[in-house]
């Protein structure tokens, strides 16, 4: 059972205590002690209602974060209800320093999907793609350090992927 039930429940039957001395004639309890026991309920009551608000579990639209690969929106972009074929005119720019090798070109191998490369699922394929990164050719070509940085995850990570990537095209 959830923390947050169980502290509205225990605030339920507080409060239902608190109703108590008013209901029940009690022999040889006087004022001050009733008033007391109502106090005290109440006021446990309103903690375990507090209490029981605070322990809720949080809501997707709560703990939802903007992934940060989205371009940000500057003032001068403006809206239209009219459809367009105009790519995003804010595009991403990635700057890359190609790494020199002496073999062939990489871009003559065959097309191969992103999610092909262990640790890569849609959600990473998005955000690649989001960055100009369609295919694993494209990863391969791309300087590790620069994607790490634009997705902000571990260099190590795209290295491996980086790895993969060109093993793949072998």
Sequence with gaps: MRLD???YILAVILLTATILPF????????DSERNLWVVLTLGLGLISIGLGYSQRPKTSAQSCEIPAILPEIS???TFSDKPTNKLIENKI???VTPEHNDEE??????QIELT??????????????ALGIQTVND?????AANIAKKLKISPKITRKWKSTAKEMLK
Excluded: C, F, W
Aim: no cysteine.
């Design 105 to 110: 070109p990489i871009s003559s191998k065959p």
């Design 139 to 143: 990863l391969s070509n791309e300087s």
């Design 75 to 77: 003032e001068d972009v």
């Design 93 to 95: 720019k990635l700057e």
């Design 5 to 7: 039930y169980t502290m």
């Design 116 to 129: 092909k490369i262990k640790g890569i699922g849609e959600k990473r394929a998005d955000q690649l793609k």
């Design 23 to 30: 209901v029940i004639q009690i022999e040889g309890v006087n």
